[in-house]
């Protein structure tokens, strides 16, 4: 498992849960989200740009953890399967 595989497959099933603006409010009300969401691309971005470029800000950050995949089922409890799945490949990483 690479980074950049982990990326894609984050990327794609962040896309699939949320807008982008979901995805915002998703950083935003995460630990250190304040300072975060400052560091997502605009309003004009498209989605795949704001959460792809995202993720890669939230690894960077420290950002994706145990506590992420476990806010992640919290909002989206219907995707815990692809969430755990993501979350297997996270810790291979």
């Known amino acids: 498992?690479?980074?950049e595989i982990f990326v894609k497959d984050m990327t794609k099933l962040l896309l699939?849960?949320?807008s982008a603006e979901e995805f915002?409010?998703?950083?935003?009300?995460?630990?250190?989200?304040?300072?975060l969401v400052e560091l997502l691309n605009g309003a004009n971005?498209?989605?795949a740009l704001i959460v792809g470029e995202g993720v890669v800000m939230l690894m960077k950050n420290d950002a994706i953890?145990?506590?992420?995949?476990?806010?992640?089922?919290?909002?989206?409890?219907?995707?815990?399967?692809?969430?755990d799945q993501l979350r297997m490949q996270w810790r291979m990483l």
């Open 24 to 35: 915002r409010r998703f950083v935003r009300y995460s630990p250190k989200g304040t300072d």
């Open 65 to 83: 953890n145990e506590g992420f995949f476990d806010r992640l089922i919290d909002e989206r409890s219907r995707r815990k399967g692809e969430i």
């Open 1 to 3: 498992m690479t980074k």
């Open 16 to 18: 699939s849960m949320f």
């Open 45 to 47: 971005a498209s989605p």
